[in-house]
Structure formats: C-alpha cells, structure tokens
C-alpha cells in the first residue's frame, strides 16, 4: 500500500531552515509527481510545492519562491522540501502529497515552527 513519512519539522527562529524529508513506498516513486502542502492552525491546507516525476519541472506557491526548493532522489524514493529564511507565517503542519491512480494519498504530517 501507498506510504508516506515525513520527517525533518521542528522549531526554528526566523530566518533559519529546515529540510524535510518524504519517504514514499507502495509505488513507482519515479513515475509520480509528488506536492508539499501546508496547513496552519485554522486555516485550509494549501500546495507549496509540487515536483514532476523525473524532478524536470518544479511549480511554487507565491509565498515560497524565492526562499524554498523542492528536490527529489528517486533512487532513495524520496522528496525534499529546503526551507530557508523562514518567518512565522510558515508555521504548519506540513504533508506530503501524492495522487495515485486518481486517489490523494497523504503523510502523517511535520510541525514545523517559526518562533523566536
């Protein structure tokens, strides 16, 4: 069965970085895009970043270009999230995401928090 454990959240002051981690199992990794979504408290869960499967096209939310990059290993199965100048408004639950054969499959989920 479709799996996905994200790992890599924490507590960060402003301006520092993370890096989150999405293992995937349970399917061709390497045929699949995969997306990052976010959700913060009270609010609707929203894409950040999404990435083709062969990592030849990468797509950004307005609030996260320039300050984070998505990668991936398919040789590891895995997806990257590089986090870096973080501000408070990143604060979230972070998910991975993948849809395969037309069902959303999702993570556990990552806190991540930006305080000082």
């Known amino acids: 069965q479709v799996q996905l454990v994200e790992s890599g959240g924490g507590l960060v002051q402003p301006g520092g970085s993370l890096r989150l981690s999405c293992a995937a199992s349970?399917?061709?990794?390497?045929?699949?895009?995969i997306n990052w979504y976010r959700q913060a408290p009270g609010k609707e869960r929203e894409l950040v970043a999404s990435i083709t499967s062969l990592g030849g096209s990468k797509n950004y939310a307005d609030s996260v270009k320039g300050r984070f990059t998505i990668s991936r290993d398919n040789a590891k199965n895995t997806a990257y999230l590089q986090m870096n100048s973080l501000r408070p408004e990143d604060t979230a639950v972070y998910y991975c995401n993948v849809v395969f054969r037309y069902k959303d499959y999702w993570g556990q989920g990552t806190q991540v928090t930006v305080s000082s």
């Open positions: 349970g399917f061709t990794f390497n045929t699949y895009a």
